[in-house]
């Protein structure tokens, strides 16, 4: 069964409650929407008797047992721009332009009536006040005989019972890794339930809490490599170096324990520009962010939490953090940061990096291919020999990239360096470059072909700036 | 145009770079002196720092 909510205001998702069997609890389902569609939300499509993978997951293996009878389908709202209508032969219209062009998401509504958000993707374009840079991936959804395709992250409520915030981190998380990635196997909530356990318990049982070595757990079952993070060990970078993971294009779980909660970050607000001039050196990207986007499964997706506001937290509230790396990435963030923190005190043969008076680092990890992607993008600013090499050095598939950029062409959103790391190098790895180099001359280590070393100089121009690397993220500021 | 000839070396990507000029250990024996006194230590104290963390944590429930 098919129908269709036009929304003129967002008071208009209250009318849901006509359309939803009161099971699925459509009071809840019509607050949440209220308080964060955005105003580009002009239509619903409501799909009833739908088979959702992730909640079959647990009605197998869990509600399905109970006394209460519940329902073993779910609804799927969709979300579309303004423009389209459902006719009575149940073809979908656009006014203008293509279909797929207004497609902005969709939202499963489970029958557990205390929390009964399930699997949800919405783009951007969906969240009333969703800014800054985001973490996504492409989503695929068949309705009506129709494919529509969204970007977005994964988000869905706990279940209270079988599954609690960390379970629900650990599935947005997991489920971003198998759409983006071919290589990741798609894992169902209920699987992430039983991942889990150390031993199984014959089926799903109500959680009592899950611990942070258990979502580690999860996370390597997944093969993922967890690498966890705690303030009170890292205090004056750990922030930034969450920061440079999330930059990095991986979604990072967060740990609040004063609040017994998890989230997963993906993303960051808007750069604040004029942030870095009374900041004394060195001067690090991250301290020009103010705010991060989360997903927390008591909210819609897409939340920005900042540095003063405490409601819900503020993002001291984060007091660890589980980086889930894919496989060949053995150098960490801190070493990066005391490699090129060394380089910027002690200088390196032949190079001066002097000319970058207040010189502000980002890194990150992107991979050789995006990186290669970038560098041909930006050849017409790049010096003949310096394009040559970095198109043609063998590299390995991530790769730590290094941006300094003076303070005032920072402003601007340009770079003045590209180093490049080896993201396979050993942590104590004396030489970790692949490449370093300043205005005039580059440094390259050729650690794949021939380990050969060596200098050579820009026999056509200098290397002054280019556009700042945003490969890895979705921006929307 | 730039003329290209071979620098004798045994890395075929670096050995077309006209003026490439490859390291002697003694070029960067300086450094890497810095690098195993300064950089290195520091390091391994924050992988060191950051294991007794894990460790500290793994216990804290979440709900």
Excluded at chain 1, 138 to 150: D, I, K, P
Excluded at chain 1, 184 to 199: H, K, N, P, Q, R
Excluded at chain 1, 213 to 233: G, N
Aim: hydrophobic share 40%; glycine share 4%; aromatic share 12%.
């Amino acid at each position: 069964m098919h129908s269709w909510l036009n929304i003129n205001s967002n008071a208009d998702v209250e009318k849901l409650s006509a359309e939803i069997p009161e099971s699925y609890n459509p009071t809840e389902v019509a607050r949440l929407l209220k308080r964060s569609l955005s105003p580009e939300v002009k239509g619903i499509l409501i799909e009833s008797e739908y088979v959702d993978k992730d909640y079959r997951s647990t009605y197998y293996g869990f509600y399905s047992k109970k006394g209460l009878r519940y329902s073993s389908f779910c609804i799927r709202l969709h979300f579309f721009r303004a423009g389209v209508s459902l006719t009575p032969d149940l073809e979908l219209r656009s006014s203008s332009g293509r279909l797929e062009e207004h497609y902005i998401g969709y939202m499963v509504v489970r029958p557990t009536p205390i929390a009964p958000i399930g699997r949800t993707v919405l783009s951007v374009h969906a969240r009333a006040n969703a800014d800054g840079a985001i973490i996504d991936a492409n989503h695929h959804v068949h309705v009506l005989g129709y494919r529509f395709e969204v970007r977005g992250f994964p988000f869905m409520q706990q279940h209270t019972d079988i599954s609690i915030c960390a379970h629900a981190a650990c599935w947005s998380i997991l489920r971003h890794y198998s759409q983006r990635y071919r290589r990741y196997a798609e894992f169902a909530v209920g699987d992430i339930t039983l991942m889990a356990s150390a031993t199984n318990p014959g089926g799903l049982i109500p959680s009592r809490g899950l611990r942070v070595e258990q979502a580690c757990r999860v996370f390597s079952q997944a093969t993922l490599f967890p690498d966890i993070y705690t303030r009170d060990e890292f205090d004056e970078n750990f922030y930034r170096l969450l920061n440079a993971y999330v930059e990095s294009g991986f979604p990072v779980f967060g740990a609040l324990h004063e609040k017994q909660h998890a989230i997963t970050i993906i993303g960051h607000g808007k750069v604040d520009r004029e942030a870095l001039d009374n900041v004394a050196a060195p001067l690090y990207a991250w301290d020009a962010i103010n705010s991060l986007v989360v997903i927390d499964d008591n909210y819609m997706p897409y939340l920005t939490i900042d540095a003063l506001n405490p409601n819900p937290y503020t993002i001291s509230d984060i007091d660890t953090f589980i980086v889930p790396l894919p496989e060949k990435i053995y150098f960490p963030a801190e070493a990066v940061e005391g490699q090129v923190e060394g380089l910027l005190a002690k200088g390196f043969p032949r190079l001066d990096w002097t000319h970058l008076k207040k010189p502000v680092i980002r890194y990150f990890i992107t991979t050789s291919a995006n990186l290669r992607k970038y560098i041909r993008e930006q050849s017409s600013a790049l010096p003949s020999e310096l394009f040559r090499t970095l198109i043609e050095i063998a590299l390995p598939q991530f790769v730590w990239v290094v941006q300094i950029t003076d303070l005032e062409d920072w402003k601007k959103q340009r770079a003045n360096t590209i180093w490049v790391l080896d993201a396979t190098a050993s942590a104590l790895d004396e030489q970790p470059f692949f490449l370093l180099h300043d205005r005039k001359t580059a440094f390259v280590y050729d650690r794949g072909e021939s380990t050969v070393q060596g200098w050579f100089a820009f026999d056509d121009k200098q290397f002054e700036f280019i556009s700042e690397f945003r490969g890895n993220l979705t921006y929307r500021q | 145009m730039v003329t290209r000839k071979s620098v004798k070396t045994s890395s075929r990507l670096l050995g077309r770079i006209n003026n490439f000029v490859e390291a002697k250990p003694k070029d960067l024996r300086a450094h890497v002196e810095n690098v195993r006194k300064d950089v290195i230590p520091r390091i391994k104290d924050k992988m060191r720092q950051k294991e007794k963390g894990a460790e500290r944590v793994k216990t804290y429930k979440l709900f």
